[in-house]
Structure formats: structure tokens, C-alpha cells
């Protein structure tokens, strides 16, 4: 008995999104049959996992396992199991709709696109296998029942643009997914799916490392032409990461890879580890060579999948990775822990923490052994993940050294590639103590600030820090091998040389009364206003003293909802400038007058806008200006 179907539409966005993938993206369609299976695979996990936390949970876990059913008579194929299923509102939420957040971006992304493989790598982001069905069928049925419910729920669509959800009294524990298959055609890649030997085919060569039984009726014929058929296991089941190193090839690595990441692309980087002594465990770590879409989303999901003796024990175990690594896919298998772990034990446990250690510190210089050994890889790392990476430098004091080696940045060096501190320091001029920065918004902001001029005119190398965390890591991070971080914007900088002829203390002289002037009529905005030696073509820039927050910082920790006080700059001229120059002749010939002193505003907001700052009366400011350009007509 059921009851009456509602029939729903899928999103506007998802249905667009649905057709393009099932009619433009995919090659390989054979990749449906191991979606279908892992996502089989996680339900098994998670039935087991549910019964030892609610042992009053009515649920059956005495022969777990994953079952194939092809029909050749009415053309369907069924992927059944017995794991944790789904209730009537779960089925909505994770198969009703595609991609709730991020689909418009996904799309827009995909129209600009013309490269099938830089497609595919889009739509992988977005785990989306369970719609891979519709690649070789015309309509899709699921029927689940969540474990301890007494009611079932069934789902079926075409994929076009509607789906019906209909309640089930008489379902069975677990979820089938049958699909309607297409006809058979070579030319398209769709193959007869109905066939044992193809199935079979398919799930040694995507699924062989499943933990748990895959079945099938398999049909053989013996040497006198008699033809049988019996279910079978297809799968070996051979926990992939418990196996050495030399008895894995690369491509069992890449579909175990895809099978637990519901990532279509393959992995940048393999880790494959095992640790004996006081703490025994084996780990199968993964490098993505595309960061998903919400990498940097609150809703992200972090951290690798917890075994305990080959038992699954939890998705996501944050407490076995950083936060700045949640980028790493892969397996830990631990031996000494208890089957019954919780989340709150393993905060406390000191065998996790010692396995956290040793699995960063390898994660760290495997992509150090990458900079070196293969550095088209590592450029790809650093595009897709640096940014996660950086924030580490503000919570793993321990291994800061570390991220700081593999660290990239932009600098005036060059305008096409990035730059380790170890090649900024192996250029450093001669006399040079610190390594200089500037951060902010964009590459081309920062190139053409104020700030930057003198140390472009000296051949002096800046990195240029535009990454958000990069405002935050530089404050509390103090050096790189003994040579300190300085901030170009903040602080006194002198790059000039030796002051033999007394030359500096003469300027001071000649311009204090008119520096002094300008400090008082500015006060409510600027600190101090003082010479600089960091300009060479601009009139004048604001810079920060060496403690003091950043303006950029600033306006992020407000964007936050922190109170934070005003801070107060500091104006830096330029005796050379003629604006400068005529200024102070002004003032010491004439003494204050009114055109001065909107000079004086005028220089001051120019210099906020040449670093991209904003003004604090804007309409103040363009009236002056107006009104100075008149007078000039």
C-alpha cells in the first residue's frame, strides 16, 4: 500500500544543471555503476556505526551487503542494499534537489567553459553521482526505508524537470535504486547493462576495495554447454590501504580515490602509510587536484574517515587533520582504539593527537618533496589550496616553519609566476635585512600603490600579499630564517644611503614648519605628518606605525561585526614633489590661508584613494577638488 504520489519540480538551475551533465559533460558513463555502489557502501557504514551508538535502534545488521539485480526481460538494473536508508524528508532534501547552494555559479562557470575535461573538473566539485544514473537510463526509481521506521518512501523520475515522492507502508530496510535503461548503443558508450560480465567488469575495475559484500546472480557454462546461474561476491574486498604499497597500482588508488571523495577527478598526490610501534595504524591519504566549491563555506565537511581494525567508525574525523588541511581526502585505520570511539574521546585521546602529528608533518613535506621533484604539481596545489594552507600559519605554531617553506607568493620579481622565501631571501640585496610586503585587495592595487615606488626605483623585491588570511598571518608571524617580515606601509623605511653630506637633516629642517602646520590641521584624521623616503613620484601616501592595524584588516573584523576603534595613520609626503615643494614655499612666504589648508585635505585624500582607502566625507572631498580645478581654468 502507498500513499497518493506529489509530484515536485526540480529547481530551474538544477534541472539546467541535470541536463547538461547527462547530455554534454560525461565520456565514461560506465562511472554510474560506482557512484551507485559507494553511495551503497556509505550506507552500510553508516547503518553498522548507528547500531553501536543505539543499541534500542530495530535495525538489521547480520548480513550486510550490497546486491545487483539486472533484468534483461524488462531492460532495468537495481543496486540494492541493507544499510541505514533514508526517511520521506531526507529523500527531499538529497535527492529532490541538486546542488542547493552554489548551482548558479556552477552554471555560469560552465557556460564560459568550452573544455570538456575543465568541465568535468567543475562538475566534480559538486557530487552529484547519484544523477550520473540518468546518463544510461530514461527513468530512475528509489525506494528506501530509513532504519527504525516502520514506512518507506519511493522517488522516480525521468529527469526532465518533475519527480513524484509517494509514502510506502511495506518497504524493506535500506535503498534500491532501479534504473530504466536506455537502449544499447556502442557509438554513444552505452553498453548492455544487463549483462553480467559487463557489470562484473565494471565493479572490479571502480569498486574491487568495497569493505562489503557485492553481489550478483552470475551466469556460467560449464565444458558441456549447460548454463547456470548463482548469486556470487564480485567484489574482493581487500581493504586497499591494508595492503602494501607495491601490490597497488595506481589506478586502484584512483578509483578508491573517487570512491570516497565522490570526486570525478583524479588525485594530485597519493600518501600511503603505515606506522608501527608504540601506535599502530595505516593510512590512505589523498591530494585533490581541484578544491570543491565550498572549500571555504561553513557548511564544508573536513577531515578523513575513521577506521578502527578495518571497522568503519566515522566520516569526517576532524580530530585526525587541522582545520587548514581539510582539503585531504583518504582513510586512517587505527589498531589500538575501541570499536565504540566518540567524537568527545578523541578531543582527549593522546594516541589520536600523536597520529594528528605525524599525519601533518607528512602531508607537509609531501608537498615539499613536491616543490622539488615536480613542480607543475605544486603550482597546481598552491593555486587550488594555498589560501586553506595560510591558515595555518595562525593556529600551528608548531609547524609554521614547515607551511612557510612550502608557501608561495606574488612578488615584483616576477608578474607570472610565485616565489618561495627561500628564492626571495637567495635574492636579497646586499644590506638587506628584512623581507618587505605589502598587503591588499589585488595584484594590480598593490602594484600601483604609493608605497611600493622607492623599492621599484631601487630594484628592491615585494611580495604582494592579496590573499584575505595574508592580512592576518603577517601580524602574528614574525620572521622566515631570521629575517623579519616588514610591512612597506607601515613603520619608517629608508632606503636611501649613507647621509654623508647632512643632507636629510637640512630637508627636516627646511619643511618642519609646514609639516608641523599640516599635523595640526589634519589631527582629526592623521597622527603625524612627517617626510618620507619610500616615495619617488607620488605626493604623499598614509602609512601605519609598525604595531598598529591594518586598514584592510580593519574593514574585515567590521565586515565581522567587531567593534573595532579608529586608527589613526600616519601622512607621509614627498620633499621632491612639486605639490610638496610649492606647499611648504607657500606656507613659509604667506604663513595659513584657506587655499592651503584645502590643499593640505586634498593631498590627504589623495593618498587614501591611491592606496584604495575610503574617504571620510567624499562630497567634501570632490567639492574642493572641483573647486581647485575651476580656479585653475
Known amino acids: 500500500m502507498s500513499t497518493q504520489a506529489e509530484t515536485f519540480e526540480f529547481q530551474a538551475e538544477s534541472r539546467k544543471l541535470l541536463q547538461l551533465m547527462v547530455h554534454a559533460i560525461y565520456s565514461n558513463k560506465d562511472t554510474f555503476l560506482r557512484e551507485l555502489v559507494s553511495n551503497a557502501s556509505d550506507a552500510l557504514d553508516k547503518v553498522r556505526l548507528e547500531s553501536f551508538r543505539d543499541k534500542d ?59 570538456g575535461a575543465a568541465a568535468q573538473e567543475l562538475i566534480g566539485q559538486f557530487g552529484l553521482g547519484f544523477y550520473a544514473s540518468f546518463m ?118 584512483r578509483e578508491f580515490y573517487k570512491h570516497i571523495s565522490h570526486d570525478w577527478n583524479d588525485p594530485l598526490e597519493t600518501i600511503h602509510l603505515r606506522a608501527e610501534g608504540t601506535i599502530e595504524y595505516q593510512a590512505l591519504l589523498f591530494v585533490p587536484s581541484v578544491a570543491p566549491f565550498d572549500l571555504f563555506t561553513r557548511d564544508h565537511k573536513r577531515g578523513v574517515q575513521l577506521y578502527v581494525k578495518r571497522v568503519f567508525i566515522m566520516d569526517d ?22 570499536l565504540n ?5 578523541l578531543q582527549q585521546d593522546r594516541q589520536i593527537q600523536m597520529m594528528r602529528k605525524r599525519l601533518v608533518k607528512k602531508v607537509l613535506s609531501t608537498v615539499k618533496d613536491m616543490m622539488s621533484q615536480d613542480p607543475d604539481s605544486y603550482a597546481k596545489f598552491w ?19 614547515q607551511i612557510l617553506e612550502i608557501a608561495s607568493f606574488e612578488s615584483t620579481h616576477d608578474a607570472e609566476s610565485k616565489t618561495t622565501l627561500r628564492e626571495y631571501i637567495e635574492r636579497m640585496k646586499d644590506g638587506q635585512d628584512s623581507i618587505y610586503y605589502i598587503t591588499g585587495s589585488s595584484r594590480s592595487k598593490v602594484e600601483n600603490s604609493p608605497h611600493i615606488e622607492a623599492f ?86 598614509v602609512v ?51 587655499e592651503l589648508k584645502e590643499t593640505a585635505e586634498l593631498v590627504h585624500g589623495m593618498a587614501l584613494l591611491a592606496e584604495g582607502g575610503e574617504l571620510r566625507e567624499p562630497a567634501q572631498f570632490t567639492s574642493l577638488l572641483a573647486n581647485r580645478l575651476a580656479q585653475t581654468l
Open 136 to 253: 544510461v537510463a530514461d527513468r530512475v526509481t528509489l525506494l528506501t526505508r530509513r532504519a527504525g521506521e516502520s514506512t518507506g518512501t519511493r522517488w522516480d523520475s525521468t529527469g526532465e524537470g518533475t519527480y513524484t515522492l509517494e509514502t510506502v507502508e511495506e518497504a524493506p530496510q535500506g535503498t534500491a535504486v532501479t534504473l530504466h535503461l536506455k537502449a544499447e548503443d556502442q557509438e554513444d558508450s552505452l553498453l548492455d547493462y544487463t549483462d553480467s560480465t559487463t557489470i562484473t567488469g565494471i565493479i572490479k575495475r571502480y569498486s574491487d576495495f568495497i569493505s562489503w559484500p557485492i553481489r550478483m546472480e552470475v551466469e556460467h557454462t560449464d565444458s558441456e554447454g549447460e548454463t547456470t546461474r548463482q548469486v556470487e561476491t564480485i567484489n574482493s574486498m581487500k581493504a586497499l590501504w591494508a595492503r602494501p604499497k607495491e601490490e597497488v597500482d595506481e589506478e586502484e588508488y
Open 456 to 541: 621599484r626605483d631601487k630594484g628592491m623585491e615585494v611580495l604582494l600579499l592579496t590573499d584575505p588570511v595574508d592580512e592576518m598571518w603577517v601580524e602574528s608571524v614574525p620572521e622566515f630564517d631570521g629575517k623579519p617580515f616588514q610591512s612597506i606601509a607601515k613603520g619608517q623605511v629608508d632606503l636611501d644611503e649613507q647621509d654623508e653630506d647632512g643632507k636629510d637633516g637640512e630637508r627636516q629642517q627646511e619643511f618642519a614648519d609646514v609639516l608641523s602646520w599640516m599635523s595640526t590641521k589634519l589631527a582629526e584624521d592623521v597622527k603625524e605628518v612627517r617626510l618620507s623616503s619610500r616615495l619617488s613620484s607620488s605626493p604623499a601616501c
Open 383 to 401: 593555486e587550488q589550496f594555498g589560501q586553506a594552507v595560510k591558515e595555518g600559519l595562525l593556529n600551528d605554531v608548531d609547524n609554521r616553519e
Open 317 to 338: 574525523c576532524e580530530e585526525l587533520l587541522p582545520e587548514y588541511l581539510r582539503f585531504v581526502k583518504g582513510v586512517v585505520d587505527a589498531q589500538d582504539l575501541s
Open 57 to 115: 535502534l530495530e535495525v538489521d545488521t547480520s548480513d550486510p551487503h550490497i546486491l545487483i539485480e539486472a533484468d534483461k526481460e524488462h531492460r532495468t538494473l537495481t543496486v540494492r542494499d541493507n544499510g541505514i536508508g533514508m526517511s520521506r524528508d531526507e529523500v527531499q532534501d538529497l535527492i529532490g534537489t541538486i546542488a542547493k547552494s552554489g548551482t548558479a555559479e556552477l552554471l555560469q562557470q560552465l557556460k564560459e567553459t568550452q573544455d
Open 544 to 594: 601605519g606605525d609598525n604595531n598598529d592595524m591594518g586598514p584592510t584588516l580593519e574593514k574585515m573584523y567590521r565586515a565581522m561585526g567587531h567593534e573595532v576603534p579608529p586608527v589613526k595613520r600616519i601622512l607621509e609626503v614627498n620633499p621632491d614633489h612639486p605639490l610638496v615643494s610649492g606647499m611648504r614655499d607657500s606656507y613659509d612666504k604667506n604663513g595659513e590661508s584657506q
Open 341 to 345: 570511539v566518540s567524537r568527545e574521546i
